[in-house]
Every structure is written in structure tokens, then in C-alpha cells.
């Protein structure tokens, strides 16, 4: 019994330490930093954040919108986002728009 709980206690380790989407820790953390307190952990805008007018990055009409246009948005800000351009490099917004796409 013991060593079930042992092995368990691995896995879960193991589960918390690996990237969520193939996304690196660092990309987490980011995203957890910047986005997330308008448009939620799991990219459904928070209750704040739709007050401000944040979208819901699984919208089907956000999905639609071309990676590059998400870059832009993301570096020069649009209605109440503030531009991170100065703030992120552009691997990182890269990253930031690799991120979003994948919380569909």
C-alpha cells in the first residue's frame, strides 16, 4: 500500500512540473502575469476582465484571428489593453500568441 501511495505522489509531481500544451514554465508564467487577470487562467475572460471589454480567447471569432494580428494586439494594445510593446520581446509575445491558440 505504501508503495502505491509513493508511486502516486510521483505521477503527481511529475503531472505539476510538466508544461500545460507543450507550453514552457516560462510562457505559463507570463501569460499568468499579464493576461490572465483580464482573460482567466483558462482564457475565458474573468469577471473583471469582461467588464473592461476583454475577449474570451475560445471564441470561435477570436480563433479566427490571424497570429500576426494577435502579435500586433498584443504589442501596440487595443481599447482598455495596454501595448506591451518596450514591456515583452517579440519571442515572447510569439510565445504569448503559441499560448493562446492553444488554450482552444
Known amino acids: 500500500m505504501h508503495s502505491y501511495r509513493f508511486l502516486g505522489a510521483i505521477g503527481l509531481a511529475i503531472l505539476l512540473t ?13 501569460y499568468r502575469s499579464t493576461c490572465q487577470g483580464c482573460h482567466g487562467a ?7 476582465g469582461r467588464k473592461l471589454g476583454a475577449k474570451d480567447f475560445l471564441d470561435p471569432e477570436v480563433q479566427k484571428v490571424s497570429k500576426p494580428d494577435l502579435a500586433k494586439i498584443i504589442t501596440d494594445g ?3 489593453m495596454p501595448p506591451y510593446k518596450g514591456k515583452l ?9 503559441k499560448y493562446i491558440r492553444d488554450l482552444k
Open 89 to 97: 520581446t517579440d519571442d515572447q509575445i510569439k510565445a504569448l500568441v
Open 78 to 80: 487595443k481599447a482598455k
Open 42 to 48: 483558462n482564457g475565458k475572460a474573468s469577471a473583471i
Open 18 to 30: 510538466v508544461p500545460v500544451f507543450g507550453v514552457d514554465a516560462s510562457t505559463q508564467d507570463l
